[in-house]
């Protein structure tokens, strides 16, 4: 029991590294950078502050190193509940993290052309803009791929806890739903032009911001307990 409890504190805390760095790298920096939300305003704003973009790309790279370990780790933590959920969980977890990988590429890559000594004055202003431009556009893209399986791995993990009391149902609850809504947020941006408009995709994915951050802090304080098998009522007797 307490190997299982310190297991799920190790699993709380890299939760809270994927979650941190998270927040930073794909909330706090893209809001700070954002400017007016035009192209070329957003790269004014790198050339502005290329510090504190090239610090956004260190947190990604941060919480793709710590994602390819979580869900490892909570399939030790779960699959007592069902081995084939588990690994379905571990599966679509870790194939996000080689196309997140590919975006981290295209970050490097927007910032190169804008600050690369190579180009001269006149080619920087011809091409490295547009370049840069591309590269963050091609960024978002990869970014709403790899959305995609970050929320299908909730799916079955929310299931697992559910099932297992590992931790609080509640969370597997909201991760379950909090799953639908990325699949949801992923294919309305893929085929619903005025899907950005509207008031669902703003709240899309609230559930499962919900769901792992709860989750997260639960083990991070209270470690993981297993399922207890329930105790007989001594008051029935057994022919």
Same mark, same amino acid.
């Given at each position: 029991?307490?190997?299982?409890?310190?297991?799920?504190?190790?699993?709380?805390?890299?939760?809270?590294?994927?979650?941190?760095?998270?927040?930073?790298?794909?909330? &706090?920096?893209?809001?700070?950078?954002? %400017?007016?939300?035009?192209?070329?305003?957003?790269? !004014?704003?790198?050339?502005? /502050?290329?510090?504190? &973009? /090239?610090?956004?790309?260190?947190?990604?790279?941060? !919480?793709?190193?710590?994602?390819?370990?979580?869900?490892?780790?909570? &399939?030790?933590?779960?699959?007592?509940?069902?081995?084939?959920?588990?690994?379905?969980?571990?599966?679509?977890?870790?194939?996000?993290?080689?196309?997140? +990988?590919?975006?981290?590429?295209?970050?490097?890559?927007?910032? /190169?052309?804008?600050? /690369?000594?190579?180009?001269?004055?006149? !080619?920087?202003?011809? &091409?490295?803009?547009?370049?840069?431009?591309?590269?963050? *556009?091609?960024?978002?893209?990869?970014?709403?791929?790899?959305?995609?399986?970050?929320?299908? @791995?909730?799916?079955?993990?929310?299931?697992?806890?559910?099932?297992? =009391?590992?931790?609080? =149902?509640?969370?597997?609850?909201? +991760?379950?739903? %909090?799953?639908? %809504? *990325?699949?949801?947020?992923?294919?309305?941006?893929? $085929? $619903?032009?005025?899907?950005?408009?509207?008031?669902?995709?703003?709240?899309?994915?609230?559930?499962?911001?919900?769901?792992?951050?709860?989750?997260? +802090? @639960?083990?991070?304080?209270?470690?993981?307990?297993?399922?207890?098998?329930?105790?007989?009522?001594?008051?029935?007797?057994? !022919?």
């Amino acid at each position: 029991m307490d190997g299982h409890k310190s297991l799920g504190r190790l699993t709380g805390l890299t939760y809270l590294v994927v979650v941190g760095t998270g927040l930073f790298s794909l909330m &706090y920096v893209p809001a700070a950078l954002s %400017g007016s939300g035009a192209p070329q305003s957003r790269v !004014e704003q790198l050339l502005a /502050n290329p510090g504190l &973009y /090239n610090a956004g790309t260190a947190a990604f790279l941060i !919480e793709q190193a710590a994602f390819c370990v979580l869900p490892i780790l909570f &399939y030790r933590l779960l699959h007592h509940a069902g081995r084939w959920a588990a690994s379905v969980m571990a599966v679509l977890a870790l194939a996000s993290v080689p196309v997140a +990988l590919v975006g981290v590429v295209e970050r490097v890559d927007a910032v /190169n052309w804008l600050t /690369n000594t190579k180009l001269s004055a006149g !080619e920087a202003g011809m &091409y490295g803009h547009a370049l840069a431009r591309m590269a963050l *556009y091609s960024w978002d893209h990869t970014l709403l791929i790899a959305s995609l399986f970050w929320g299908l @791995w909730l799916a079955p993990m929310g299931y697992l806890i559910t099932v297992s =009391r590992t931790i609080p =149902r509640l969370f597997g609850y909201l +991760l379950m739903l %909090g799953s639908a %809504g *990325y699949v949801v947020d992923v294919f309305g941006q893929l $085929l $619903l032009p005025d899907y950005s408009r509207s008031m669902f995709s703003d709240y899309a994915t609230v559930p499962a911001a919900l769901g792992e951050i709860g989750t997260c +802090l @639960w083990l991070l304080v209270f470690g993981a307990s297993l399922e207890r098998a329930p105790t007989p009522d001594p008051t029935v007797s057994i !022919e």
